[in-house]
């Protein structure tokens, strides 16, 4: 690793790594509290956009390597041994979207899974609001194009992966829906992990009973669900509020008059995890406002 891909990094994944946390953050900036020193108020700023940090209380900058220097007091060089040892792969943006997987063998190696623990990976999942849905991912580690690579993962029906970390967004294996039965005669459908794992974080706030669950992965899959949606009395549809969510919710309904379309419950934002980052419907937050 050089320096130019150790700045490349994401810096607020380096502070992760070393435990630090900011006290708030925005899509611009995040503020921590000196990670050089104690303090009681954050003067350690994150441009986002520039990945570039400045400590306001002894008036200095720099990039990931100027940070990494002054935080272990060291050179250079030593810092990019560190960087080296820490499999930062994870972080780099992961130009592999578009890599086609019809013989997936060759091309990645899954390395391992287990739940998911690492720092970063909560902390994304914190960010989605859906960090207490752990139970339906894995962590996911794998080998491609002799890199190494982790991220979360969320299992589909043929037994491959949708992988999502903050910089990727891939599918390791075939691409196929994702079902979760219950027995249940009703059934909700979503277009990715993300709006499931949302429904799920507020489905006792609405007070909806557990139902079945399909997920398509990707709406391009709703040609392969035609044939299972026959045996329900109720179904749901949570699509995203754009053009192809809209194409989707209405071929379903074409072909099964019983099917709702639920996206008024989140009829001003982009989708269902929007409503839920944006909006925040827990209980919680409920009950603070019904206490002013």
Request: hydrophobic share 30%.
């Amino acid at each position: 690793m050089n320096c130019k891909q150790f700045n490349s990094i994401s810096l607020e994944e380096v502070l992760i790594s070393l435990g630090h946390l900011p006290t708030k953050q925005n899509e611009k900036e995040a503020w921590y509290l000196n990670p050089f020193a104690s303090e009681s108020q954050a003067s350690f700023k994150i441009n986002k956009s520039l990945n570039y940090w400045y400590l306001f209380s002894e008036g200095i900058g720099g990039t990931n390597t100027d940070f990494m220097k002054k935080y272990l007091k060291t050179s250079v060089n030593e810092v990019l041994v560190w960087a080296e040892k820490q499999n930062f792969s994870f972080f780099q943006k992961q130009n592999i979207s578009n890599l086609k997987l019809e013989d997936p063998n060759k091309y990645y190696e899954i390395t391992y899974e287990k739940k998911i623990q690492h720092p970063a990976l909560l902390e994304y999942l914190r960010e989605r609001k859906v960090g207490n849905q752990t139970q339906f991912l894995h962590e996911i580690h794998y080998r491609m194009n002799d890199k190494n690579y982790f991220g979360i993962g969320f299992k589909n029906d043929s037994g491959g992966y949708e992988i999502r970390n903050k910089y990727s967004k891939i599918c390791l294996g075939k691409k196929d829906i994702s079902t979760i039965k219950n027995g249940s005669e009703s059934l909700r459908i979503f277009e990715g992990f993300f709006d499931f794992l949302s429904f799920k974080s507020v489905e006792n706030f609405l007070e909806k009973d557990p139902a079945d669950y399909l997920i398509l992965n990707s709406v391009s899959m709703i040609q392969n669900i035609k044939s299972s949606l026959g045996n329900y009395e109720n179904i749901e549809l949570y699509f995203d509020n754009d053009e192809a969510g809209s194409r989707a919710v209405e071929m379903i309904k074409n072909e099964n008059e019983i099917a709702e379309d639920c996206r008024f419950l989140y009829s001003d934002f982009k989708d269902l995890n929007d409503w839920i980052i944006h909006k925040n419907p827990s209980p919680e937050r409920q009950v603070r406002h019904r206490r002013r």
